[in-house]
């Protein structure tokens, strides 16, 4: 999607921000600073709304979760913390594992687990705590300890972070909380949290975390002493360490609590209008991370929702007796209902979406009047969307990788999209097919075998296979069963994370999309030295294009969602092919490509289809019938992800 070119606004300072912004410019720190001494807050906030939208469409994510403080006995006595007491304290709990294991449920996806830096407790508790919850509620993916827990468990227990890490990643840790980076500025520091680890540490913990597949959170605490230079430095030292790693998924800017802290009056919350100016500058200074909480426990579910149109697109959970913001005095519930959740984010005009901790949709909750629409979030299928209206009220774009979007559709719950063509194969009856598609004769450039060996030697190799595919995993089936004979390969499900994926144990990789572009112009993957173009494999053997994605509309449909997705898909793909320079402007960058790589890449593909097309389907619906047994390689998936 590219972006609105006709945004008015009040402050005319806004307008080289947002031509900056448009053509994927990065904002300067002079930027930031002039962001927030903007007082055109509604200009600042369409800004944002509008890259939010480019990222996750209507989408806004929410996981059932559940937030576990495990102790209050501190040993650190930072200012601002109104949670932590001292083991001798009326106040001070410990939890034993069986209280939290009777905290969780089965049908939670998340528990968030942070607490006090307890003096006694051994390394193996910690590890126990882990290995039962995950052992009691596989569904329950556990986001544990935030960098200041992991230095104190290295210090404590004289391991280095990256052991302490594997030990907890081996006992069940999927993610990191974001929790402890407080503002990256030594003078705050040592004001308030003299005895915390700097923002060295913090930032080492991650990258250790980022580098093992451990993906983490990033929070900055902000109302209290810290200056707006500070504010916008913190957003820069993130943006910094994220294009390294890639590996942190949310910025959450945490309202301070001022409590009985000392720090400010016991009633001084932060105002709503820097609630939301924080939420939308960090949306536009941290162009590479993909996701701003709006943490509701902590802005009120009322300033959350208004933060939804100002640049977040996640509000974080259910939560459930969250205790560090309401011991110093959060005036928000406790705990949100589910419903009352999804509400919320009805309220401000969005899609609600169920996630899991890595952000992979579970199910959808529109308004019954709205018709979902998945927008593939790969970049051969951003010439699909320039024309789709900037807000509309019947037709919701949620951003859905091809897997999830063929196991929503079977829920029922998505209306059209561009469809994987093996999902279009089994749903044809409940779906009417559109003459337009992603197709491409040779090379795809972004379905590739990253392998060790040679096609005949991946006899008995074990193959990892990118969780997003839907359609390029059967035809990696069918070249190697049907065009190279091989039959005895072990696929094995992994959830991409971006860079920091450890496939060691593995004898080849397929990768598709943004991903799959993004390390090829990235110098490949270190030990994989051959790199196999599915799309051009196909066409070597069969000479025909190869049809990746099929768009179709579930029958049912209102007549005004059809028109008006259909109206949409014609304007965009009518618009001349010169857009595609536009398209590399503003995506070539995050990927690593240059504006003349993306416009080549685009041009090879076919989105209008013929009869050449229809032919290459038949084709590869005829090879996919013919393999020996889709039961068997399907079982020897290994599912680790935890959908
Ligand atoms: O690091 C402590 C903050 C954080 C106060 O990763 C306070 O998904 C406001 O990190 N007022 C812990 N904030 C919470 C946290 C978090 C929350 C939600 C989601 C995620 C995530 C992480 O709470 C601490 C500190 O910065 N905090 N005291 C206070 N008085």
Request: proline share 5%.
């Given at each position: ?24 410019e990065r904002l300067s720190k002079e930027d930031g600073l002039g962001l927030f001494a903007s007082d055109d807050l509604i200009g600042v906030g369409r800004m944002a709304n509008a890259v939010a939208r480019a990222k ?282 589910k419903g009352k959740l999804i509400s919320i984010i009805h309220d401000a005009g969005k899609l609600p979406v169920e996630r899991d901790v890595w952000y992979n949709p579970i199910a959808v909750y529109p308004k019954p009047e709205w018709s979902v629409v998945s927008k593939m979030p790969y970049l051969n299928s951003v010439p699909f969307y320039n024309s789709f209206p900037e807000y ?252």
């Amino acid at each position: 999607m590219t972006f609105p070119h006709n945004f008015t606004f009040r402050d005319k300072s806004l307008y080289p921000l947002w031509d900056k912004i448009r053509v994927g410019e990065r904002l300067s720190k002079e930027d930031g600073l002039g962001l927030f001494a903007s007082d055109d807050l509604i200009g600042v906030g369409r800004m944002a709304n509008a890259v939010a939208r480019a990222k996750s469409g209507d989408s806004v994510y929410f996981v059932l979760n559940r937030k576990l403080e495990p102790t209050n006995i501190c040993v650190l006595s930072c200012k601002f913390c109104d949670f932590a007491v001292k083991p001798d304290s009326p106040e001070a709990y410990e939890m034993t594992i069986a209280e939290m294991l009777s905290k969780l449920r089965p049908d939670l996806h998340e528990v968030h687990i942070t607490g006090g830096l307890h003096p006694k407790w051994p390394w193996e508790f910690y590890i126990d705590m882990v290995r039962q919850i995950k052992t009691q509620f596989p569904n329950v993916d556990v986001k544990a300890f935030t960098a200041v827990e992991i230095d104190f468990f290295s210090k404590k227990f004289k391991k280095s972070h990256e052991q302490v890490l594997r030990e907890l990643q081996e006992a069940g840790l999927r993610t990191m909380p974001g929790g402890g980076a407080e503002v990256f500025s030594e003078r705050v520091r040592k004001h308030l949290f003299h005895q915390k680890i700097g923002a060295k540490t913090w930032f080492d913990v991650h990258r250790t975390a980022h580098r093992l597949g451990i993906q983490s959170n990033v929070t900055m605490l902000y109302g209290h002493i810290e200056t707006i230079e500070e504010r916008v430095e913190h957003m820069l030292r993130v943006r910094e360490c994220q294009d390294e790693t890639n590996g942190f998924l949310s910025f959450i800017p945490l309202a301070f609590q001022p409590g009985d802290t000392g720090i400010k009056t016991r009633n001084d919350f932060t105002s709503a209008v820097d609630d939301l100016k924080t939420i939308a500058v960090s949306r536009l200074m941290l162009d590479n991370v993909p996701h701003i909480k709006a943490y509701w426990v902590m802005l009120t579910a009322e300033v959350a929702t208004i933060a939804l149109s100002f640049g977040a697109d996640d509000m974080d959970g259910t939560v459930g007796e969250e205790r560090i913001a309401h011991d110093a005095g959060a005036i928000s519930p406790m705990e949100l209902a589910k419903g009352k959740l999804i509400s919320i984010i009805h309220d401000a005009g969005k899609l609600p979406v169920e996630r899991d901790v890595w952000y992979n949709p579970i199910a959808v909750y529109p308004k019954p009047e709205w018709s979902v629409v998945s927008k593939m979030p790969y970049l051969n299928s951003v010439p699909f969307y320039n024309s789709f209206p900037e807000y509309s009220t019947i037709v919701k774009l949620a951003p859905l990788a091809p897997r999830v979007f063929g196991k929503l559709s079977e829920q029922g719950s998505v209306a059209a999209g561009p469809m994987s063509l093996r999902d279009y194969m089994s749903m044809s009856d409940e779906f009417e097919r559109l003459d337009y598609g992603v197709a491409v004769k040779g090379k795809a450039n972004s379905v590739l075998l990253f392998s060790k060996y040679d096609w005949p030697e991946l006899s008995g190799k074990k193959i990892s296979i990118t969780a997003e595919t839907s359609t390029s995993v059967e035809l990696l089936r069918v070249l190697l069963e049907n065009r190279f004979g091989i039959n005895n390969f072990v696929f094995h499900r992994t959830h991409p994370t971006d860079g920091s994926h450890d496939y060691s144990n593995f004898d080849a990789i397929l990768l598709i999309g943004d991903e799959a572009l993004r390390r090829a112009y990235g110098g490949g993957i270190p030990g994989f030295g051959k790199v196999f173009d599915l799309a051009e494999e196909w066409y070597a053997w069969k000479e025909m294009p190869f049809v990746f994605a099929v768009w179709a509309i579930r029958k049912g449909t209102t007549e005004n969602a059809r028109k008006e997705i259909l109206q949409s898909l014609e304007h965009s793909l009518a618009e001349p092919a010169n857009r595609f320079g536009k398209i590399g402007r503003e995506h070539g960058a995050r990927l690593g490509m240059s504006e003349a790589e993306v416009s080549d890449y685009l041009s090879q593909f076919r989105y209008r289809f013929t009869l050449e097309e229809y032919a290459a389907m038949a084709e590869f619906e005829m090879e996919y019938a013919n393999l020996n047994s889709t039961d068997r390689v399907e079982q020897a998936f290994s599912l680790s992800e935890g959908f």
